[in-house]
């Protein structure tokens, strides 16, 4: 068996950690064109990943995205070591709860989508024992909790809200998915998709949100169904999900694609 272990500093031993990060956050700024791209990777940049950085020439953009992908896929690493199935995000009252809670998307919100209730069928296909399709009336039939937690946004904002729905471990457990399968895909009604590691998906904080403060979810927040994990930054939690899928290859995301972490705990 493959051991993560803590890596090593001693190729960078004797230099200030502060200014060692500072300095590769600017070769970043200097590298990298798209604007998204490169605040992510400036603000998620840790001493460990300065390491993969040795060798790099900034005037050779092929080796400085061969080096932030081994940035990315480093910090991938740690952070799904370093996650705790066990340990639960901080809850709030009523009373912390944002209002209005803030519309977030990769597009405007005159741009939502509608999507109708009565032909509404999530599919569930790959390593699952049941492959059939689920409506919502069947969902919602399902025992339901609700939960007031932090979302927290890669663009450094955050909001507390109140979500209710399935938890998702249990819904994963009815159609006999596969729990040793690596990744769960998600593909939505609003053209975006990501993925999620297993062990996030059986937390328990982990929701098929229904609901958002009591009444069923808006569109704007996602209707007719949103995947809530307060354990991970906002853009990997979808909207409008219309499929979802078990498998054993990383099937990426909208955002992981164009260079944001895979894992995005928060």
Known sequence: MKILQRPTLAAIAGIDADAALAEARKLIGRGVAQPARRAFLQRSLTLGGVALLTGCSISDNAGVEAALTRISRFNDAAQGWLFDPNRMAPTYSDAEITRPFPFNAYYGEDEVREVDEAGYKLEVTGLVADKRSWTLPELRAMPQQDQITRHIC??????????GGVRFADFLRRVGVDTTARYIGFKCADDYYTSIDMATALHAQTLLTLTYDGQPLPPKYGFPMKLRM?????????????????????????????????????
Do not use: C, M, R
Request: glycine share 18%; aromatic share 20%.
């Open 154 to 163: 890669v663009e450094g904002w955050s909001a507390i809200g109140k979500w």
């Open 230 to 266: 307060p354990t991970k930054l906002g853009y990997k939690n979808p909207k409008h999900i219309q499929a979802i899928f078990v498998t054993n290859t990383n099937p990426g995301g909208y955002w992981e694609d164009q260079g944001y972490n895979w894992f995005g705990g928060s």
